[in-house]
Nanobody, 124 residues
Framework: VQLQASGGGLVSPGGSLRLSCTAS????????IGWFRQAPGRERDGVAS????????YYVSPVRGRFTISRDNAKNTVYLQMTNVLPEDTATYFC??????????????????WGQGTQVTVSS
C-alpha cells in the first residue's frame, strides 16, 4: 500500500503547477485524500482535501481561490492544481488518506497512508 506524490518542481511566482497523488497496491476511490505541505523548519500543514466521491472539497485559507483539488478515480489519482503560486507556497507536498468523517479539517495528524513528498519551489 503506497501513495506517491509527483509533479513538483521550480516555478516562478504567479505560475502554475499540477501535483498528482497516485496509489499503488490499493484503489483510492474509497478514501478521502488530503494534500499537505511542509516547509523547512516548520510543521506539516494541511492544504486541501477531497472526499471519496469528489463532491466535497476543502481548502485552507491561504490557498483558497488559487489551488484546486480534484480526483480521477478511474486513474487512481488525486490532483492538486496550483495557480498564481507565491514564494510562501514553497514546501514539500505530501498526500495522504484521511478519515471520511473529518476530511474537512485537513488535519495531518489524521493522515493514515502517506506518500513520499514532492518538492515545490516558487522562485524567480
Amino acid at each position: 500500500v503506497q501513495l506517491q506524490a509527483s509533479g513538483g518542481g521550480l516555478v516562478s511566482p504567479g505560475g502554475s503547477l499540477r501535483l498528482s497523488c497516485t496509489a499503488s497496491g490499493f484503489t483510492l476511490d474509497k478514501y478521502a485524500i488530503g494534500w499537505f505541505r511542509q516547509a523547512p523548519g516548520r510543521e506539516r500543514d494541511g492544504v486541501a482535501s477531497i472526499n471519496s466521491g469528489g463532491g466535497g472539497k476543502y481548502y485552507v485559507s491561504p490557498v483558497r481561490g488559487r489551488f484546486t483539488i480534484s480526483r480521477d478515480n478511474a486513474k487512481n489519482t488525486v490532483y492538486l492544481q496550483m495557480t498564481n503560486v507565491l514564494p510562501e507556497d514553497t514546501a514539500t507536498y505530501f498526500c495522504a488518506t484521511l478519515p471520511s468523517s473529518t476530511v474537512a479539517f485537513i488535519n495531518p495528524a489524521e493522515g493514515d497512508y502517506w506518500g513520499q513528498g514532492t518538492q515545490v519551489t516558487v522562485s524567480s
